[in-house]
């Protein structure tokens, strides 16, 4: 009996645990790119600067070591098993089939040892050992294993830690949604108050800008591509935690849906009020990114929500929601004052008040943002396009087994036209692929 009472205790505690570290990555899904000092990317394939990985990555350890010692209980095991064996045969199948067709060996091969990072401290390793391996063969080495280990924690990473948070939540699915509304709160507040100093250093405010100057080099690495992203201060430009502005759309693309959500299920006058006006300062803040990323991204929730919405005959629901389009309406054009105004007084320290409807150009921010997608020569859409259309035509000359995960960046750049080329931005990305390689 004993054994019993300290095996539950046991596993309340865990479970305690395992609650607390999927909360930290609800709240850590901001934090998108964390500086290169603060990654473990040996493990990682790639995840390693997502602060999210973190958590989740201990909570992948804990269910390990649970279902080693059988106190926890998973029905779903044989289908797990079945589905992983399929998933990861035809991943392994289908980078095998890449290795052997790859045509790009000699380009990777006859590039310096040096551009892979930790290659020749294992190359002298392996010398001071009496152990003589020239570079190309082991630089071989190196890249079948790394695509192999790729593929193998790719598989953990996505399909392994689903399947462990579904185990997690199905215990307990009330407990764990309103731990996801709590945490989609807490970083909701976090982005929202540092867009908030991102918003005053717009407008010129020296304190904030030091603020940024000081904290921004530990939210994500300073020019750690292509000699310039992400900068340590982003100009004319909102983008908060992120380490660029249109990330701010991802963020909304989750965030949104569950805040309105709160919105609608608001107990009493003050919750509401107080959730509608932090949605209409997060909006606010989205709409100064001038990113069409995430100026498109909230069209397209609203315009869905909405709409859903509307087919629900409820009064109560039908007022929320309309109190939610004049919080977006609110957004937009406050924004557009701010664009308009205050970030020009901070130049020019000579906008009066009564200018500032005045100057509000909302035709030119939804030129800007939202229409020019659609104009190759508008931003940066020739070098997007150009970049879409590689990705198209190397998937159609194989459709089926694809190139092998990992390997597709040396086809995409082969496939780029002599247009494409003379666009800046993809130069750019084609002269870092050929400094680093691979």
Known sequence: MKFELNAARNNTDVNKKIS?????????????????YMQLSFISSGMANKLSWYPLFICGIIFLYQT?????????????????????SLQIFSTIN?????????????????????????????????IFVSEQSLL??????????????????????????????????????ELLLKGMMVSLIIVTAYGIID???????????????????????????????????????????????????????????LL???????????NFNLLLILNTIF????FLTKARTAVSMVLGISVLYFTFMFFIFNRKVTKRVLALILSLGIAFWSSNVFLSNVTEMANTKSITMNKLVETTDFDAYIES????????SKRSNGARYALILSHLKVSLEHPILGVGNGLATMYVVDKFTEEDLDNREVKMWVDNIEKEAF
Not at 102 to 120: F, T, V
Request: charged share 15%; hydrophobic share 50%.
């Open 20 to 36: 607390w570290l999927i909360f930290l990555s609800i709240i850590f899904i901001c934090f998108d790119n964390i500086p290169k």
């Open 68 to 88: 080693h010692k059988k106190t926890i209980i998973v029905l779903e095991k044989k289908y797990f098993i079945y589905f992983s064996c399929i998933l990861l």
């Open 98 to 130: 890449g290795l052997i067709i790859y045509p790009y060996y000699d380009a990777i091969l006859n590039g310096p040892i040096e551009q892979i990072e930790k290659l020749p401290k294992v190359h002298a390793l392996l010398t001071n050992h009496s």
């Open 140 to 177: 071989k080495v190196w890249l079948i294993s790394r695509i192999l280990k790729t593929n193998i924690l790719d598989y953990f990473y996505t399909f392994g830690f689903s399947f462990v948070l579904y185990i997690y939540i199905k215990q307990n699915i009330p407990h764990y949604r």
């Open 199 to 257: 918003a005053l250093y717009m407008a010129g405010n020296e304190t904030a800008k030091n603020i940024l100057i000081t904290v921004n080099p530990f939210l994500h690495p300073i020019k750690s591509n292509y000699g310039w992203w992400p900068p340590l201060l982003w100009v004319n430009q909102l983008r908060s935690v992120f380490p660029e502005p249109s990330h701010m759309g991802n963020f909304a693309a989750f965030i949104l849906p």
């Open 260 to 270: 309105w959500f709160k919105v609608l299920q608001a107990k009493n006058k003050v």
């Open 283 to 286: 909006l606010f803040l989205l």
């Open 369 to 376: 943002n939202l229409l020019s997608l659609g104009d190759k």
